[in-house]
């Protein structure tokens, strides 16, 4: 079945440092959503991307539509110990309900 | 805001068990979602319903039934609790279109089948 892959697995990274991770797949997607989840609780949307090439932001976020339509990354500026927790990449199969998940980049900051 | 919410955030159930997840939007959403989570493994779809009383299933769907009999509900049925089914249970919404949406999950559901 369709798969996507997501990069880093996880990452420590200092409090101020910028992160950056990437969801790569063989499928084409319509749209790609990025969320954040933190331990015991539900996913966040945080960015959605409607058109290739298309870079969006939200804050210290910011997100890009690759122009294959096969791919995506996020990026985080300055971090801070609240960005800790999961994010996770989906990418929307064409002309379906479906969409597709990365399992997630795993993300600690340290103070 | 779109407001996702689960019936209930931890469950222990025993094996056998018929067992009853609940999740309700207020935001007159038409597509209703139920995914089960599991470390490495990402989210997996078991069924999702675009309408009230229609389904289809997702790709996961043995050994579970849905029901949608309005639309702000939406709600997961184990039939006979089995231990493979310890997980945990998001439930989203998203408008109506298949084009361009974005789905909205709850809190979540932790499940224990023992």
């Known amino acids: 079945g369709q798969q996507l892959n997501q990069s880093p697995q996880s990452m420590f990274i200092q409090e101020g440092e910028d992160v950056s991770m990437n969801c790569t797949s063989s499928s084409i997607f319509n749209t790609w959503l990025w969320y954040k989840q933190d331990p015991g609780e539900g996913p966040v949307l945080l960015i959605a991307l409607y058109k290739a090439g298309e870079l969006t932001s939200n804050g210290r976020l910011t997100a890009q539509f690759g122009i294959t339509r096969k791919d995506s990354f996020l990026n985080i500026s300055a971090s801070i110990p609240s960005d800790v927790g999961i994010y996770f990449c989906a990418g929307q199969l064409g002309g379906t309900y479906k969409y597709i998940f990365g399992t997630g980049t795993r993300l600690k900051v340290l103070a | ?114």
């Open chain 2, 1 to 114: 805001d779109v407001k996702v919410t689960q019936s209930s955030r931890y469950l222990v159930k025993r094996t056998g068990e018929k067992v009853f997840l609940e999740c309700v939007q207020d935001m007159d959403h038409e597509n209703m979602f139920w995914y089960r989570q599991d470390p490495g493994l990402g989210l997996r779809l078991i069924y999702f319903s675009y309408d009230v009383k229609m389904k289809e299933k997702g790709d996961i769907p043995e050994g579970y039934s849905v029901s949608r009999e309005k639309k702000e509900r939406f709600s997961l049925i184990l039939e006979s609790a089995s231990t493979n089914q310890t997980s945990m249970y998001l439930c989203a919404s998203s408008p109506p279109g298949q084009v361009f949406y974005e789905q909205y999950f709850g809190p979540g559901t932790r499940l224990t089948v023992t």
